[in-house]
C-alpha cells in the first residue's frame, strides 16, 4: 500500500477492511476510548473503518493507519478530517493509538507529520485538533504541535454533553 506520510520512525497509509483487527484493539479498549464514552461494538468498529474509506474517496484524505516502520505493526490512526465546530467546518488533526504505544512520542511525531501535510499538500491556512477537556494526554500533543487553544463548546456523542476545546496552528508561510 502506498504511503501517504512518513516519518523517522512511522508511516501512515489508508486504512482498510484487513486492518479490522488492529482497529477493533484500539477502538474496543475502555481505557483508550474514555473520551468516547467507552468503546465501540463491532458494529461501531465497522463503521469507523467504513466512514474512513469514505472519506479517502470523498475528501483525498481521512484518518490513516499509522504504521511503526521497524514492524509494519499498525499501532493506531491519525489523520485530517472535516469537523464541525458549532456552525463552522473545520479541518482537524486528530490522533488515537493503541495503548500500548502511548508515552513513546508517537502521536507527536504523526500528528506533527499530519500539519506539514495540511500546509504543504493540502495548502490549508488553519489546522484544529478538537479535545474533550478531560483528555489531557491529546491537549499535551496539541501544544507540542504548536497549537493554542481557541475556544471551548459542547458537542452531544452518546447521549452524554461533552466539553471540548479548540485548539489550532495557523500556516505561517
Same mark, same amino acid.
Given at each position: 500500500?502506498?504511503? $501517504?506520510? &512518513?516519518?523517522?520512525?512511522?508511516?501512515?497509509? &489508508?486504512?482498510?477492511?484487513?486492518?479490522?483487527?488492529?482497529?477493533?484493539?484500539?477502538?474496543?479498549?475502555?481505557?483508550?476510548?474514555?473520551?468516547?464514552?467507552?468503546? @465501540?461494538?463491532?458494529?461501531?468498529?465497522?463503521?469507523?473503518?467504513?466512514?474512513?474509506?469514505?472519506?479517502?474517496?470523498?475528501?483525498? @484524505?481521512?484518518?490513516?493507519? $499509522?504504521?511503526?516502520? &521497524?514492524?509494519?505493526? +499498525?499501532?493506531?490512526?491519525?489523520?485530517?478530517?472535516?469537523?464541525? *465546530?458549532?456552525?463552522?467546518?473545520?479541518?482537524?488533526?486528530?490522533?488515537?493509538? /493503541? =495503548?500500548?504505544?502511548?508515552? +513513546?512520542?508517537?502521536?507527536? &511525531?504523526?500528528?506533527?507529520?499530519?500539519?506539514?501535510?495540511? @500546509?504543504?499538500?493540502?495548502?490549508?491556512?488553519?489546522?484544529?485538533?478538537?479535545?474533550?477537556?478531560? /483528555? *489531557?494526554?491529546?491537549? /499535551? $500533543?496539541?501544544?507540542?504541535?504548536?497549537?493554542?487553544?481557541?475556544? =471551548?463548546?459542547?458537542?452531544?456523542?452518546?447521549?452524554?454533553?461533552?466539553?471540548?476545546?479548540?485548539?489550532?496552528?495557523?500556516?505561517?508561510?
Amino acid at each position: 500500500m502506498k504511503h $501517504v506520510i &512518513e516519518t523517522s520512525r512511522l508511516y501512515l497509509r &489508508e486504512l482498510n477492511q484487513a486492518d479490522y483487527s488492529s482497529l477493533a484493539a484500539i477502538v474496543q479498549d475502555e481505557q483508550t476510548m474514555y473520551a468516547y464514552e467507552g468503546p @465501540f461494538s463491532d458494529a461501531e468498529t465497522q463503521a469507523w473503518l467504513d466512514k474512513n474509506i469514505l472519506r479517502y474517496k470523498q475528501d483525498g @484524505f481521512g484518518l490513516w493507519a $499509522v504504521i511503526l516502520r &521497524e514492524s509494519g505493526a +499498525m499501532i493506531g490512526m491519525a489523520g485530517l478530517t472535516w469537523q464541525s *465546530i458549532e456552525q463552522a467546518t473545520v479541518l482537524e488533526i486528530g490522533y488515537l493509538l /493503541n =495503548r500500548r504505544y502511548w508515552g +513513546m512520542g508517537f502521536a507527536i &511525531e504523526a500528528a506533527k507529520a499530519c500539519k506539514e501535510y495540511a @500546509f504543504s499538500v493540502l495548502e490549508a491556512n488553519e489546522v484544529y485538533s478538537i479535545i474533550r477537556d478531560t /483528555n *489531557i494526554a491529546s491537549m /499535551n $500533543v496539541a501544544i507540542r504541535n504548536g497549537m493554542l487553544v481557541r475556544g =471551548r463548546f459542547v458537542k452531544q456523542y452518546r447521549g452524554v454533553s461533552m466539553p471540548h476545546l479548540v485548539f489550532s496552528a495557523k500556516r505561517t508561510t
